[in-house]
Protein backbone atom coordinates (compact mmCIF):
# COMPACT_ATOMS: atom_id res chain seq x y z
CA UNK A 1 0.00 0.00 0.00
CA UNK A 2 1.53 3.08 -1.26
CA UNK A 3 1.72 6.01 2.17
CA UNK A 4 1.89 9.01 -0.07
CA UNK A 5 1.25 9.24 -3.58
CA UNK A 6 1.15 11.91 -6.72
CA UNK A 7 -0.37 11.74 -9.85
CA UNK A 8 0.77 12.56 -12.07
CA UNK A 9 4.32 11.34 -12.08
CA UNK A 10 5.83 13.40 -14.93
CA UNK A 11 3.82 16.32 -16.41
CA UNK A 12 5.73 18.10 -19.49
CA UNK A 13 3.54 21.38 -20.50
CA UNK A 14 4.19 24.09 -22.43
CA UNK A 15 4.94 27.80 -20.80
CA UNK A 16 1.83 29.83 -19.88
CA UNK A 17 -0.39 27.11 -19.14
CA UNK A 18 -2.14 26.24 -16.38
CA UNK A 19 -1.47 22.41 -14.44
CA UNK A 20 -2.46 20.78 -11.40
CA UNK A 21 -0.36 17.94 -9.31
CA UNK A 22 -2.34 15.94 -6.61
CA UNK A 23 -1.03 14.31 -3.50
CA UNK A 24 -3.43 11.71 -1.12
CA UNK A 25 -2.03 9.84 1.92
CA UNK A 26 -3.44 7.17 3.26
CA UNK A 27 -1.28 7.24 6.65
CA UNK A 28 -4.51 9.24 8.91
CA UNK A 29 -2.12 12.03 9.34
CA UNK A 30 -2.75 15.69 9.80
CA UNK A 31 -0.75 17.55 8.29
CA UNK A 32 0.70 17.68 4.26
CA UNK A 33 3.17 19.65 2.68
CA UNK A 34 4.42 20.19 -0.46
CA UNK A 35 8.40 21.37 -1.71
CA UNK A 36 10.24 21.54 -4.38
CA UNK A 37 13.44 20.01 -5.45
CA UNK A 38 15.16 21.93 -8.26
CA UNK A 39 18.15 20.74 -10.54
CA UNK A 40 20.62 20.79 -7.65
CA UNK A 41 18.56 18.82 -5.94
CA UNK A 42 17.80 21.37 -3.17
CA UNK A 43 14.59 20.77 -1.45
CA UNK A 44 12.65 23.65 0.10
CA UNK A 45 9.40 23.97 1.64
CA UNK A 46 6.47 25.74 -0.19
CA UNK A 47 3.30 24.97 1.72
CA UNK A 48 1.96 23.18 4.62
CA UNK A 49 -1.61 22.78 5.59
CA UNK A 50 -3.07 21.21 9.15
CA UNK A 51 -6.72 19.74 8.99
CA UNK A 52 -7.37 21.93 5.76
CA UNK A 53 -5.76 24.65 7.19
CA UNK A 54 -2.96 26.54 5.84
CA UNK A 55 -0.66 26.62 8.23
CA UNK A 56 2.75 27.26 6.31
CA UNK A 57 3.23 29.47 3.43
CA UNK A 58 6.77 29.93 2.47
CA UNK A 59 7.94 32.88 -0.18
CA UNK A 60 6.00 31.83 -3.24
CA UNK A 61 4.71 33.19 -6.01
CA UNK A 62 0.74 33.74 -6.25
CA UNK A 63 0.61 31.80 -9.91
CA UNK A 64 0.96 28.88 -7.28
CA UNK A 65 -2.11 27.96 -5.05
CA UNK A 66 -2.60 24.91 -2.53
CA UNK A 67 -5.79 23.39 -2.25
CA UNK A 68 -6.80 20.62 0.44
CA UNK A 69 -10.60 19.36 0.27
CA UNK A 70 -9.89 17.31 3.03
CA UNK A 71 -6.89 16.13 5.39
CA UNK A 72 -6.10 12.94 3.36
CA UNK A 73 -5.60 15.36 0.14
CA UNK A 74 -3.60 17.91 -1.01
CA UNK A 75 -3.73 19.52 -4.55
CA UNK A 76 -1.56 21.79 -6.15
CA UNK A 77 -2.26 23.96 -9.18
CA UNK A 78 -0.32 26.13 -11.03
CA UNK A 79 -1.42 29.11 -12.76
CA UNK A 80 0.67 30.72 -15.95
CA UNK A 81 3.99 28.25 -16.12
CA UNK A 82 7.13 29.59 -16.32
CA UNK A 83 9.90 28.25 -17.61
CA UNK A 84 12.01 28.32 -13.88
CA UNK A 85 8.96 26.19 -12.36
CA UNK A 86 10.70 22.97 -13.90
CA UNK A 87 11.55 20.92 -11.32
CA UNK A 88 10.20 17.78 -9.15
CA UNK A 89 7.32 18.36 -6.61
CA UNK A 90 7.35 16.26 -3.49
CA UNK A 91 4.42 15.99 -1.53
CA UNK A 92 4.82 14.69 2.53
CA UNK A 93 2.45 14.34 5.54
CA UNK A 94 3.13 14.07 9.05
CA UNK A 95 0.96 13.14 11.88
CA UNK A 96 0.58 16.72 13.44
CA UNK A 97 2.05 19.93 12.57
CA UNK A 98 5.02 19.82 15.38
CA UNK A 99 5.93 18.52 18.34
CA UNK A 100 8.46 15.83 19.48
CA UNK A 101 8.82 12.70 16.84
CA UNK A 102 7.05 14.35 14.41
CA UNK A 103 8.77 13.00 10.77
CA UNK A 104 7.90 13.37 7.44
CA UNK A 105 6.65 11.01 5.16
CA UNK A 106 7.36 11.95 1.37
CA UNK A 107 6.09 11.10 -1.56
CA UNK A 108 7.47 9.74 -4.92
CA UNK A 109 7.48 13.17 -6.72
CA UNK A 110 6.16 14.66 -9.98
CA UNK A 111 8.63 15.61 -12.33
CA UNK A 112 7.45 18.71 -13.66
CA UNK A 113 8.89 20.00 -17.41
CA UNK A 114 8.11 23.16 -18.86
CA UNK A 115 8.97 23.82 -22.34
CA UNK B 1 24.74 32.41 3.71
CA UNK B 2 22.28 29.22 3.47
CA UNK B 3 20.93 28.28 6.92
CA UNK B 4 22.12 25.16 6.72
CA UNK B 5 25.41 24.13 4.36
CA UNK B 6 26.42 20.64 2.94
CA UNK B 7 29.01 20.06 0.74
CA UNK B 8 27.42 18.29 -2.43
CA UNK B 9 29.74 15.69 -3.63
CA UNK B 10 30.11 13.76 -5.02
CA UNK B 11 31.58 11.30 -3.08
CA UNK B 12 32.80 8.17 -4.56
CA UNK B 13 34.33 5.24 -1.57
CA UNK B 14 34.66 1.51 -2.03
CA UNK B 15 32.42 -1.29 -0.54
CA UNK B 16 32.89 -1.84 2.59
CA UNK B 17 34.34 2.04 4.04
CA UNK B 18 33.18 4.19 6.46
CA UNK B 19 31.67 7.27 5.34
CA UNK B 20 31.23 10.62 6.66
CA UNK B 21 28.56 12.95 5.80
CA UNK B 22 28.29 16.22 7.35
CA UNK B 23 25.97 19.46 7.40
CA UNK B 24 26.72 22.82 9.18
CA UNK B 25 24.02 25.31 10.09
CA UNK B 26 24.10 28.99 11.28
CA UNK B 27 20.52 29.22 13.73
CA UNK B 28 21.42 27.15 16.93
CA UNK B 29 17.50 27.74 17.41
CA UNK B 30 17.88 24.22 15.67
CA UNK B 31 16.48 21.30 18.16
CA UNK B 32 15.96 18.03 15.88
CA UNK B 33 17.77 17.15 13.53
CA UNK B 34 17.15 14.32 10.38
CA UNK B 35 19.24 12.86 7.55
CA UNK B 36 17.21 11.61 4.69
CA UNK B 37 18.60 8.98 2.16
CA UNK B 38 17.38 9.88 -1.61
CA UNK B 39 17.67 7.22 -4.02
CA UNK B 40 17.56 8.50 -7.93
CA UNK B 41 14.34 9.25 -8.97
CA UNK B 42 12.57 8.79 -5.66
CA UNK B 43 11.10 10.68 -2.79
CA UNK B 44 13.18 11.04 0.21
CA UNK B 45 12.97 8.82 3.09
CA UNK B 46 13.87 9.16 6.77
CA UNK B 47 17.18 7.55 8.12
CA UNK B 48 17.45 8.97 11.74
CA UNK B 49 16.49 11.88 13.51
CA UNK B 50 18.13 12.60 16.53
CA UNK B 51 17.17 15.94 19.37
CA UNK B 52 19.47 18.34 20.61
CA UNK B 53 23.15 17.09 21.15
CA UNK B 54 24.23 13.51 21.27
CA UNK B 55 24.87 10.50 19.02
CA UNK B 56 22.15 7.42 17.61
CA UNK B 57 23.06 4.49 16.65
CA UNK B 58 20.93 2.48 13.99
CA UNK B 59 22.60 -0.56 12.50
CA UNK B 60 25.33 0.88 10.61
CA UNK B 61 24.14 4.16 10.92
CA UNK B 62 25.24 6.81 13.28
CA UNK B 63 23.76 10.28 13.84
CA UNK B 64 25.89 13.06 15.71
CA UNK B 65 25.21 15.93 16.88
CA UNK B 66 26.98 18.99 18.02
CA UNK B 67 25.27 22.04 18.89
CA UNK B 68 28.21 24.03 20.41
CA UNK B 69 29.53 23.78 16.84
CA UNK B 70 26.66 23.57 15.19
CA UNK B 71 27.86 20.63 13.01
CA UNK B 72 26.01 17.43 12.03
CA UNK B 73 27.61 14.17 11.41
CA UNK B 74 25.74 10.85 9.82
CA UNK B 75 28.57 7.64 9.50
CA UNK B 76 28.31 4.68 7.73
CA UNK B 77 29.53 1.80 8.23
CA UNK B 78 30.72 -0.87 6.53
CA UNK B 79 29.04 0.54 3.29
CA UNK B 80 27.07 -0.94 0.34
CA UNK B 81 26.84 -0.24 -2.90
CA UNK B 82 22.99 -0.19 -2.11
CA UNK B 83 23.57 3.06 -0.13
CA UNK B 84 24.63 5.05 -3.31
CA UNK B 85 22.35 7.86 -2.85
CA UNK B 86 21.98 11.38 -2.09
CA UNK B 87 22.04 11.89 1.38
CA UNK B 88 19.67 15.35 2.86
CA UNK B 89 20.51 16.75 6.56
CA UNK B 90 17.01 18.30 7.29
CA UNK B 91 16.35 20.42 10.81
CA UNK B 92 14.05 22.31 12.56
CA UNK B 93 12.88 24.41 15.65
CA UNK B 94 11.27 22.95 18.31
CA UNK B 95 8.07 25.08 18.75
CA UNK B 96 5.94 26.37 15.77
CA UNK B 97 5.75 24.08 12.72
CA UNK B 98 7.22 21.17 11.56
CA UNK B 99 8.81 23.69 8.57
CA UNK B 100 12.31 21.56 7.64
CA UNK B 101 15.03 23.30 6.61
CA UNK B 102 17.56 21.46 3.97
CA UNK B 103 20.80 21.09 3.04
CA UNK B 104 21.81 20.62 -0.14
CA UNK B 105 22.52 16.58 -0.52
CA UNK B 106 25.82 15.17 -0.97
CA UNK B 107 26.01 12.30 -3.26
CA UNK B 108 27.59 9.48 -2.57
CA UNK B 109 28.70 6.73 -4.67
CA UNK B 110 29.89 3.24 -3.09
CA UNK B 111 31.55 1.37 -5.85
CA UNK B 112 32.17 -3.05 -5.84
Known amino acids: DTAVSQTPKYLVTQMGNDKSIKCEQN?????MYWYKQDSKKFLKIMFS???????INETVPNRFSPKSPDKAHLNLHINSLELGDSAVYFCASSQVSGGAGNEQFFGPGTRLTVL | QKEVEQDPGPLSVPEGAIVSLNCTYSNSAFQYFMWYRQYSRKGPELLMYTYSSGNKEDGRFTAQVDKSSKYISLFIRDSQPSDSATYLC????????????FGAGTRLAVHP
Open chain 1, 49 to 55: YNNKELI
Open chain 1, 27 to 31: LGHDT
Open chain 2, 90 to 101: AMRFSGGYNKLI
